[in-house]
């Protein structure tokens, strides 16, 4: 069995005659997961949901590169490079879609505290341009389609891209602009939705296709199939 889960990417399940419980491993290619014969897939389901934060942990420990002058990202609203310089000190020009990160000559890239710290730095040059970015074209998207909304916040999320409470509110991740623009505005649209739909039943689909040329379920496997550079 093959489960696709958005944040998490491919689950591989297998059934073994002597488990006695389910055992997530994560690999390269997929979390592969034991069962016991029997277990149904809505008791899988409900297995990744519990573990969610932990295989989250674990996805991004096994996925994570190493941040070092030959590391690159290099997508339509962001883009990061590292080179060595002659100071001692590390340097950073950030402009909107783009940032520089100067490095002193010695830099040891292996070092864990060094690794945390340019990931803290990326991630705020990502909310700076996520908020530049994102409540513009939000904004812009429900005058076109006639939503509204009450307030916008951006965070730091990685588990999910976006969200709508019953008030109105939405909640975007930062992590958004390294999405190509046109799965940006799925994004977005899918919260716009959510707006009317608070469930993801036929009125909610039907709503997205009506927005999005018919296309929502193509555009939400494209989604489910992104990979996050950083």
Same mark, same amino acid.
Request: hydrophobic share 35%; net charge positive; proline share 5%.
């Given at each position: 069995?093959?489960?696709?889960? #958005?944040?998490?990417?491919?689950?591989?399940?297998?059934?073994?005659?002597?488990?006695?419980?389910?055992?997530?491993?994560?690999?390269?290619?997929?979390?592969?997961?034991?069962?016991?014969?029997?277990?149904?897939?809505?008791?899988?389901?409900?297995?990744?949901? +519990? $573990?969610? /934060?932990?295989?989250? $942990?674990?996805?991004?420990k096994h996925d994570t590169p190493l941040i070092d002058p030959d590391y690159?990202?290099?997508?339509?609203?962001? +883009?990061?490079?590292? #080179?060595?310089?002659?100071?001692? *000190?590390?340097?950073?020009?950030?402009?909107?879609?783009?940032?520089?990160?100067?490095?002193?000559?010695?830099?040891?890239?292996?070092?864990?505290?060094? !690794?945390?710290?340019?990931?803290?730095?990326?991630?705020?040059?990502?909310?700076?341009?996520?908020?530049?970015?994102?409540?513009?074209?939000?904004?812009?998207?429900?005058?076109?389609?006639?939503?509204?909304?009450?307030?916008?916040?951006?965070?730091?999320?990685?588990?999910?891209?976006?969200?709508?409470?019953? !008030?109105?509110?939405?909640?975007?991740?930062?992590?958004?602009?390294?999405?190509?623009?046109?799965?940006?505005? /799925?994004?977005?649209?899918?919260?716009?939705?959510? #707006?009317?739909?608070?469930?993801?039943?036929?009125?909610?689909?039907?709503?997205?296709?009506?927005? #999005?040329?018919? *296309?929502?379920?193509?555009?939400? *496997?494209?989604?489910?199939?992104?990979?996050?550079?950083?």
């Amino acid at each position: 069995m093959i489960i696709e889960d #958005t944040q998490l990417g491919r689950f591989i399940v297998k059934t073994h005659p002597r488990a006695r419980r389910l055992i997530f491993r994560t690999k390269s290619d997929a979390i592969h997961v034991s069962i016991p014969p029997g277990t149904s897939e809505r008791e899988i389901r409900g297995a990744i949901e +519990k $573990l969610r /934060y932990k295989l989250q $942990l674990s996805r991004e420990k096994h996925d994570t590169p190493l941040i070092d002058p030959d590391y690159r990202i290099d997508t339509e609203y962001f +883009k990061l490079s590292l #080179t060595r310089g002659d100071r001692k *000190k590390f340097l950073s020009h950030s402009e909107l879609g783009e940032m520089r990160i100067i490095c002193p000559p010695d830099a040891d890239f292996q070092d864990e505290e060094l !690794q945390k710290w340019l990931r803290k730095v990326i991630v705020e040059a990502l909310r700076r341009n996520a908020q530049i970015i994102l409540p513009p074209r939000l904004y812009r998207l429900a005058g076109k389609y006639g939503f509204s909304y009450e307030k916008l916040k951006i965070n730091t999320s990685r588990s999910r891209w976006g969200s709508c409470s019953a !008030q109105g509110n939405i909640n975007l991740s930062s992590y958004l602009v390294l999405l190509p623009g046109h799965l940006i505005d /799925y994004v977005l649209l899918h919260e716009l939705c959510h #707006t009317r739909e608070m469930n993801h039943g036929p009125g909610f689909w039907k709503l997205m296709d009506e927005v #999005t040329d018919n *296309k929502a379920q193509l555009l939400r *496997k494209e989604l489910r199939q992104f990979r996050l550079p950083f």
